[in-house]
């Protein structure tokens, strides 16, 4: 976030007498407070100013590591999310842009980002960013998020296809949803041994095929067979 200076006016007059360096950040904090029930989106850039504000207020952040990529080497765009979330600030990993698929690279991603900028983040701390502060990012870390008495039963269980010796490392930044054998949500088994156990996955498969041809049919596009 860049710096623009605001003015101070004379109540009386409306006269600009003066202005002063503040962020927008600074300038929300100012005017509504940052609290743990304010989420702020696609925090990619952050000032050394707004750091500190960030940790003091502990609002929920959701960093996106591709737009973070991006960035890096443009200007003086530092990457800081990396670094609050070793400070204790709830950060999220997540993206907002409409054509990034691919989120497993997320874990991945989000490690590299952390390697350039000089906060080198771990596979623990990319597993809480996917989890738990998720969850806080939404509002929803007093139901899930974690696995703790009295929240759901919302469980995912990952079998590496090759287990290393960082098992939380196989799973979390490289075995992606490949790696998936379970997954129950509010303890009911949606997924078992790799496979869905609530629909019928050929059936999933010809009804997008029939909507995607459909589709490229009303917009005088063929799909070769």
């Known amino acids: 976030m860049q710096q623009d200076r605001l003015e101070s006016k004379n109540p009386l007059t409306g006269e600009v007498v003066g202005s002063v360096p503040r962020t927008p950040l600074a300038e929300i904090d100012r005017l509504h407070g940052l609290a743990p029930d304010i989420t702020l989106v696609h925090m990619n850039d952050v000032g050394p100013d707004d750091e500190a504000l960030l940790l003091k207020g502990q609002a929920r952040l959701v960093w996106c590591p591709y737009g973070t990529l991006q960035a890096i080497g443009v200007g003086d765009s530092r990457n800081r ?54 969850a806080a990012s939404v509002g929803a870390d007093k139901m899930t998020g974690s696995i703790e008495v009295g929240k759901s039963a919302d469980i995912v269980v990952h079998r590496p296809l090759e287990l290393g010796v960082d098992a939380c490392w ?26 869905l156990t609530c629909a019928d996955e050929g059936a999933i498969v010809e009804t997008a095929s029939r909507s995607i041809t459909g589709l490229l049919s009303r917009i005088a596009l063929a799909i070769q067979k």
């Open 81 to 134: 999310m990396s670094a609050l979330s070793q400070k204790g600030a709830r950060v999220a990993a997540a993206t907002d842009i409409p054509r990034v698929v691919n989120f497993d690279a997320l874990a991945s991603m989000a490690i590299g980002c952390g390697a350039a900028t000089g906060s080198p983040l771990g596979p623990h701390q990319v597993l809480r960013m996917l989890t738990c502060d998720a």
């Open 170 to 195: 196989e799973s979390v930044v490289l075995g992606g949803r490949h790696g998936i054998d379970k997954v129950l949500v509010a303890g009911r088994s949606l997924v078992d041994n790799g496979r």
